[in-house]
């Protein structure tokens, strides 16, 4: 299985962003996406940011991403994403997307494959 992360970068506080997380075929068996983040600073966890039904589309959020991140996927293109708005410095960290067999899970050992993240800046 291969997940492939892209779409990091800098952006100024208020600004948007959009992440992309492009899934081999080998990927597309697990029905659960998600994205999580990791924060800079030694000891940070990783944080559950959202996931999808890979199947069915339903998108599940957590706290940090509510009502400022969509998740989304398209089947065709084999990619799933993560559309970002009213971006906080505290959204600052590198961004990962994971693959496993349960759907919505907060928990990164839950998840069996791993891209290689993105990085995100949210900085004026």
């Known amino acids: 299985a291969q997940l492939v992360e892209s779409g990091g970068g800098l952006v100024r506080p208020g600004g948007s962003l959009a992440l992309s997380c492009a899934a081999s075929?080998?990927?597309?068996?697990?029905?659960?996406m998600a994205w999580f983040r990791q924060p800079p600073g030694e000891g940070k966890e990783r944080e559950f940011v959202?996931?999808?039904?890979?199947?069915?589309?339903?998108?599940f959020y957590g706290m940090s991403a509510a009502g400022r991140f969509t998740i989304s996927r398209d089947l065709h293109e084999m990619t799933m994403y993560l559309h970002m708005n009213s971006m906080e410095p505290e959204d600052t960290a590198l961004y990962y997307c994971a693959a496993g067999s349960i759907i919505a899970s907060p928990i990164p050992d839950t998840y069996d494959s791993w891209g290689r993240g993105t990085q995100v800046t949210v900085s004026s």
């Open positions: 075929r080998l990927t597309i068996p697990y029905n659960g």
């Open positions: 959202a996931a999808i039904e890979w199947s069915g589309g339903r998108p």
